[in-house]
């Protein structure tokens, strides 16, 4: 089964701090993975995605990684800003439609 | 370039009457996918659809639940009967194309929100 986990499940930085995110899953095949930022109340939308021979890629402030032996990704934001509170949610594609969601963590970034 | 759009953003409904949620895809795009997602949880995978046909429908329960995209017109997930138990954010997504490669990116609406008094 097709499984995507994440961690922690929530945690609370200060304005200006750093923070990762982690991802572990188990789909197979590999197709692409994801991570998106679902503020509340809205859709989830993309920051960033790597196929298997990608190990890392930045958007701004948001640094992921990929290691696609081990299964795992990351999401690192850099100095965290209080728009960075939010849910962010790691989807893994194994190529065709159906796309397997985590549950996301939960960021809130305090003044 | 307008985005997903759905609507309504908020519904409430009491048991045993009927939900309809509408979602219109970006600009360009005929292929649709409908989530649910439950407190606390993931997204989960419920139909696809292109103009005028379901290509799966695998993640929607065969009882109550009914999606259609005609080929005029906005996409329509439509629950009969609503029970407690379908409360949830319902989203909506897009794409120019079908499978989920680089360049087939599935954009998100702003979901609908249904709560079953």
């Known amino acids: 089964k097709n499984q995507v986990e994440q961690s922690p499940q929530s945690l609370i930085i200060l304005e200006g701090k750093n923070c990762t995110l982690q991802?572990?899953?188990?789909?197979?095949?590999?197709?692409?993975l994801r991570w998106y930022k679902q503020d509340t109340g809205r859709g989830p939308v993309s920051l960033t995605i790597?196929?298997?021979?990608?190990n890392t890629k930045s958007n701004g402030r948001y640094t992921a990684t990929l290691d696609a032996d081990t299964k795992q990704s990351s999401l690192h934001i850099t100095a965290s800003q209080l728009s960075d509170s939010a849910s962010y949610i790691c989807?893994?594609?194994?190529?065709?439609?159906?796309?397997?969601f985590g549950a996301g963590t939960t960021v809130t970034v305090r003044a | 370039n307008a985005g997903v759009m759905q609507n309504p953003r908020h519904l409430v409904r009491r048991r045993g009457q009927e939900a309809r949620l509408r979602c219109s895809p970006m600009?360009?795009?005929?292929?649709v996918y409908w989530y649910r997602q439950l407190p606390e949880e993931g997204l989960k995978f419920m139909v696809y659809?292109?103009?005028?046909?379901?290509?799966?429908e695998s993640g929607m329960p065969k009882e109550r639940f009914s999606a259609e995209f005609p080929k005029e017109g906005p996409s329509i997930l439509r629950i009969q009967q609503v029970v407690r138990g379908d409360s949830a954010a319902y989203f909506c997504?897009?794409?120019?194309?079908?499978?989920?490669?680089?360049?087939?990116?599935?954009?998100f609406g702003p979901g609908t929100r249904l709560t079953v008094l």
């Open positions: 659809l292109q103009k005028e046909n379901i290509i799966d």
């Open positions: 989807v893994v594609s194994a190529g065709d439609y159906k796309l397997s």
């Open positions: 997504a897009s794409s120019s194309a079908g499978g989920t490669n680089m360049g087939n990116e599935q954009f």
């Open positions: 600009k360009g795009h005929s292929h």
């Open positions: 991802c572990n899953y188990t789909v197979s095949p590999f197709s692409n």
């Open positions: 790597m196929t298997f021979s990608e």
